[in-house]
C-alpha cells in the first residue's frame, strides 16, 4: 500500500513539470519570430499599407470625380458642345440582299473638352483609362441611325480606351460591329451599283446642347487597304453631314458615312447568263434534227425549258421580292420565251406534217380507186379538172336528156358498139376549167410555206439566232 502510493504523488509532481517545458518552448517560437523581422520593418500594432491599391483613390481624386455632377453635359446652360468624329473602318463584313443591309466593323472616335477632368501636370502628359471609368464620367451618347443590330466588342475585355490631357481635352474611342439598313435599287441587278450610309447622331441631345462634326473633314474617315467583298467592288467613301429634324423633340445634328459598292458582273456570267445562252442555243438544235423524230425534238424542248425554269427560281431565290422587274429577269425570260417558242415551232411542224400526211393518203388512195376503177370500165380515164376532152362511160339506163343536161361538156360521136354492148354508150365530155385552176393556184401559193414543214425549219434555223444576237446586242449596250 505504501508503494502503491508513493507512485501515485510522483506521478502528480511530473504533470507541472511537464507542463513548464511547453510553456518555455511556446517562448521560444515567439521570440524567433521577433528575431526574424529585425532585418525588415518593425512589427508595430497598425496595419500595413498595400500602395498598389492606392493608385485608383489618387486617380479619382486628380480627377475630382467625386467633385462634380457628371449626369449633365459640360457647360451646362451654356453654349453647345462641339464632339469631333473620326471613323476608321476596319472591315466591311457582308452585304445582304434578301436583307437590305450591310455589316461593318469600325472604330469611333470622340473627341471634345471637359474642364472638369483637368489635371495639374508638369509633364503634359495625358492619362489613359479602360471601359471602367467611362461610367463616371459624362460621355457623348451617340448612337447609329437605322441599325438593326450593334455592339461592342468585349474580347478579352471591352474595346473601350478614354484618354484624358492636362487641359480637359477627352478622346473617347470605342471598337463596334453594327449591322444597318441600305435601301438598295435592283433594277439594273446584277449590272449595278450600290450607295449605302452609316449615320451617326446624338439621341438625347439636340443641335442647341450638342454640335457633332467630323473631326477632319473628309480625311476623318480612313480606310483599311485590306477591306475587299466577293461579290463587290468598293468604289469610294465619303462623308457627309447636315440636320435632322423630329417633330417632337426638334433638330439634331446627324453625320454620314457613305460608301458606293459596284457588284461584280463575272460571278452572274458564269452562274445564269452563260448557263441561260447555253440553254437557248441547245433548243436551236431540233431545227436540225428530222421532224419525224418526235421523241428526240420533244424531250430536247422540254428539257431547255425546264432548266430555264430551275435558273430563274435559283435568282429569285436569293433575291428579295420587290415588285419591279430586273435586268436580270429581263435576259432570263427573253430567253426562256425563244426556249418556249421552239418547242412551239416544233408543234406548228408536227401539226402541219400530219395534215399533209393525211391528205397525201386519201390522195393516194383516190388515185388507186380510179384507177381500179377504170380497169373495170376498160376506157380512157376521165381527166377532170384539165382543158382538153375527156371520156365518160355512161350506161344506157340513162335517157338521152340527161346526157345532154351536162353543162360545159360537148358530146362527141360515140364508136360503133358490137353487139352484146350495145347498152351503153360512150360520151366524150371537154370541160373548161380555167378559173377553177386559177383559184387552185393562188391557194397553193397561199400555203406553200406552211405545208413545206422542211421550209418553216429553215427558216427557223436563221430567224431564231438572228433575232437572239440582235436581242443581246440591245440588252448590253443599254445596261452596260
Known sequence: ?????????????????????????????????????????????????????????????????DDHDFTMRPAFAGPAVPVGVDVQVESLDSISEVDMDFTM???????????????????????????????KI???????????RSFIHDTTTENIMLRVYPDGHVLYSLRVTVTAACNMDFSRFPLDSQTCTLELESYAYT???????????????????RISLSQFL????????????YSSTGWYNRLYINFTLRRHIFFFLLQTYFPATLMV??????????????????SLGITT???????????????????????????????????????????????????RDGKDRKLREKAREQSLGLTREQSLPCTCGMSHTGTLM?????????????????????????????????????LDNESTGTKKKARFRSFSLMQNTHAIDTYSRMIFPGSYIIFNLIYWSVYC
Open 207 to 225: 443641335d442647341e446642347d450638342l454640335m457633332l462634326y467630323w473631326k477632319s473633314g473628309d480625311e476623318s474617315l480612313s480606310t483599311d487597304d
Open 105 to 135: 466593323t469600325l472604330y469611333l472616335r470622340h473627341y471634345w473638352k471637359d474642364e472638369r477632368l483637368s489635371f495639374p501636370s508638369t509633364t503634359n502628359k495625358s492619362m489613359t483609362f479602360d471601359g471602367r471609368l467611362v461610367k
Open 281 to 298: 442555243m441547245l433548243s436551236w438544235v431540233s431545227f436540225w434534227i428530222d421532224r419525224r423524230a418526235v421523241p428526240a425534238r420533244v
Open 394 to 430: 355512161v350506161d344506157g339506163t340513162y335517157s338521152e336528156a340527161d346526157t345532154n343536161s351536162l353543162a360545159g361538156y360537148t358530146r362527141a360521136p360515140a364508136p360503133e358498139d358490137p353487139p352484146e354492148k350495145q347498152e351503153r354508150m360512150v360520151v366524150h365530155l371537154t
Open 1 to 65: 500500500m505504501p508503494y502503491y502510493m508513493k507512485f501515485l504523488f510522483l506521478l502528480f509532481c511530473m504533470i507541472p513539470v511537464g507542463e513548464c517545458r511547453k510553456h518555455k518552448s511556446r517562448k521560444r517560437r515567439w521570440s524567433g519570430a521577433v528575431e526574424s523581422h529585425k532585418h525588415g520593418a518593425p512589427l508595430t500594432g497598425k496595419k500595413i499599407v498595400d500602395n498598389t491599391k492606392s493608385r485608383k483613390v489618387k486617380t479619382d481624386h486628380l480627377l475630382r470625380v
Open 305 to 355: 425549258v425546264l432548266t430555264m425554269s430551275t435558273i430563274i427560281t435559283g435568282v429569285n431565290a436569293s433575291m428579295p421580292r420587290v415588285s419591279y422587274i430586273k435586268a436580270v429577269d429581263i435576259y432570263l425570260w427573253v430567253s426562256f420565251v425563244f426556249v418556249f417558242l421552239s418547242v412551239l415551232e416544233y408543234a406548228a411542224v408536227n401539226y402541219l406534217t400530219t395534215v
Open 234 to 245: 468598293i468604289q469610294k467613301f465619303h462623308t457627309t453631314s447636315r440636320l435632322a429634324f
Open 138 to 148: 459624362w460621355v457623348p451618347d451617340v448612337f447609329f441611325v437605322h441599325s438593326k
